[in-house]
């Protein structure tokens, strides 16, 4: 499985940023999706996690509602729209591919993803 991440890029605070990510090598509407981010000389954190329907997600309290993630399976293709960014938003966002479940199987912990994407770096000047 392979995980190519972009969108990333230095915006001022209150901007948007849309992060993508394409995933190929295993069928992809069948796994939940999440995205990560760290932070310099922090630990990788949970950021929002949907089920491999669509129909169920959730977030970091850090970004809710201000970040939304959706999916199009048909693309393979999962996004992180990020509105009303914030400085302690700078990081290196990642996407994961997570484990297969039922239609509203959110999961949130690091350990449960086992495939990664390399990373975009998101950086919000003040």
């Known amino acids: 499985v392979q995980l190519q991440a972009s969108g990333g890029g230095l915006v001022q605070a209150g901007d948007s940023l849309r992060l993508s990510c394409a995933a190929s090598?295993?069928?992809?509407?069948?796994?939940?999706m999440g995205w990560f981010r760290q932070a310099p000389r922090k630990e990788r954190e949970f950021v929002a996690a949907?089920?491999?329907?669509?129909?169920?997600?959730y977030y970091a309290d850090s970004v809710k509602g201000r970040f939304t993630i959706s999916r199009e399976n048909a693309k393979n293709t999962a996004y992180l729209q990020m509105n009303s960014l914030k400085p302690e938003d700078t990081a290196v966002y990642y996407c994961?591919?997570?484990?297969?479940?039922?239609?509203?199987?959110?999961?949130?912990?690091?350990?449960?993803?086992?495939?990664w994407g390399q990373g975009t770096q998101v950086t919000v000047s003040s």
């Open positions: 994961a591919l997570g484990p297969s479940g039922s239609a509203r199987y959110v999961p949130t912990r690091i350990g449960d993803y086992k495939y």
């Open positions: 090598g295993r069928t992809f509407s069948t796994y939940a």
């Open positions: 949907i089920s491999w329907s669509g129909g169920s997600t």
